[in-house]
Nanobody
Framework: QVQLVESGGGLVQAGGSLRLSCAAS????????MSWFRQAPEKEREFVAA???????LYATSVKGRFTISRDDAKNTVYLEMNSLKPEDTAVYYCRAVLAGGGDDAWGQGTQVTVSS
């Protein structure tokens, strides 16, 4: 099973930027659809962005135009570039890997993003 480790979270002022990284261990990284989710205090976990093995992209309406997901299969890493951050983006951000065709579905431990107003 793939294992995921997120990094890059922190405290930033509104309007600022952060880049999150999610490094995956294991093989066949390119066969995984990678996505980012987030969970704010006392709220349910919600979808943020996804990228397929073929590079297809999907974004939540709330982040479209501000966030960019990308992947580097040579480094087994997926990124989330976050610009124009808002206080409502404050949450723990989780990386998820789903193997195409099924058989593996893994989550990282999360990284905290705090946006101050």
């Amino acid at each position: 099973q793939v294992q995921l480790v997120e990094s890059g979270g922190g405290l930033v002022q509104a309007g600022g930027s952060l880049r999150l990284s999610c490094a995956a261990s294991g093989r066949a990284f390119s066969s995984y659809a990678m996505s980012w989710f987030r969970q704010a205090p006392e709220k349910e976990r919600e979808f943020v962005a996804a990228i397929s093995g073929g590079g297809g992209l999907l974004y939540a309406t709330s982040v479209k135009g501000r966030f960019t997901i990308s992947r580097d299969d040579a480094k087994n890493t997926v990124y989330l570039e976050m610009n124009s951050l808002k206080p409502e983006d404050t949450a723990v951000y989780y990386c998820r890997a789903v193997l195409a065709g099924g058989g593996d579905d893994a989550w990282g431990q999360g990284t905290q993003v705090t946006v101050s107003s």
